[in-house]
Every structure is written in structure tokens, then in C-alpha cells.
């Protein structure tokens, strides 16, 4: 849902020309789609196409999301904090913690950026947390992320336990054992 503004008398109506602007609403929408879905988040693509050379998209969480450690190979990605807070992990290659940081209300940062190639993940400290996420594109599933073998897949029983662990890893940490 986005909106454009009439200026002069600080109004919105549906969009009638090229401009953009995107409300509030459109936060709350997902995060009511993000408590209906079984992956705990939903998504708005702002990008008109896979294709686009700049992917741009709005993603709302719930806190017991999980988003599985990956990489992007090829392309690195920027993250706005719009709403709530969020934690986010580095790792090295054997799935051991390299960094921690936070971004979002109350945290000493508002938005991360990922180089290419670095594992990482990230989790909602606050149900309806929001971003904004601009990645390099075209998309391409085939190569979009590479997923950690040392992290549980989305579906497998260890899946649900892995998100508390990461709430409280810090620096030096490995990943818990039985994922390889």
C-alpha cells in the first residue's frame, strides 16, 4: 500500500503519479500478515520486477521468526530499522559467533549493512519489528543465498530452539552441536 501526498493540504490520496510514498498502514498490514503466516514474517516488494538491478522490499517479523544463518556470495545488503529492534549475528564458516550488534529503537545503530560473502543472520527482539532491506540485483533464487550447513533448515525439529541460542551468542560462541 503506498500513498502520495498532496502537499497542499498535507493529505493522501491513492497514488496518480510517479512518486512513491509509503504509510504507516503499510507496516501494520504486514505485521498482521507476518502473525498470520507460518514463517512469522511477510514482505513488500517496492521493486517492480526480479529483474530490477536494485531489489528494494519492506519486511515485517514477528519475534519468533527464523531466519536461517546464510550468505550472499555476490551481493551485499543494506537494512533500515523501521520499527522495533532487531539483533543481528556474523559468523566465520564453522558457524562460530564473529560479531553481535543491534539496530532499531533503543539500540546504538538504526541500519546494518552486510558485505558480500559474510554468514549472517538476524532476529526480531520485538513482535511487529520492521525494515527496510535495498540488495543488488537482478534476483536470481538459484544464487540468491547460500544457506549455513551448521544451522538447522526452516522445518527441521532443531529449527525452533535455534532463534533462543541466538538471542544469547555472543563473540566466540559456536553453534550448538548435532547441526553440521
Known sequence: MFLAAHAERNQFSQN???????????LDELTTRAAASPRARAHHNVHEAPTDLVQ???????????????????KSELALVLRGRFGILTFDEHGTVTGRYS????APGIAYETPRATWHTLF???????FFEVKEGPYDPATAAEFAS?????GD???PQFP???????????VPGGVS
Do not use: C
Not at 533462543?164 to 559456536?174: F, I, M, S
Open 124 to 130: 526480531a527482539e520485538t513482535d511487529g519489528a520492521a
Open 103 to 106: 539496530a532499531g529503537e533503543n
Open 150 to 154: 551448521w544451522a538447522p533448515a526452516e
Open 164 to 174: 533462543e541460542w541466538l538471542r544469547t551468542a555472543q563473540p566466540g560462541d559456536k
Open 16 to 26: 496518480t503519479s510517479p512518486m512513491k510514498l509509503f504509510s504507516h498502514d503499510l
Open 157 to 159: 525439529p532443531a529449527a
Open 56 to 74: 528494494r522490499f519492506f519486511v515485517a517479523t514477528k519475534r519468533n521468526t527464523y531466519v536461517r544463518p546464510h550468505r550472499h556470495l555476490t
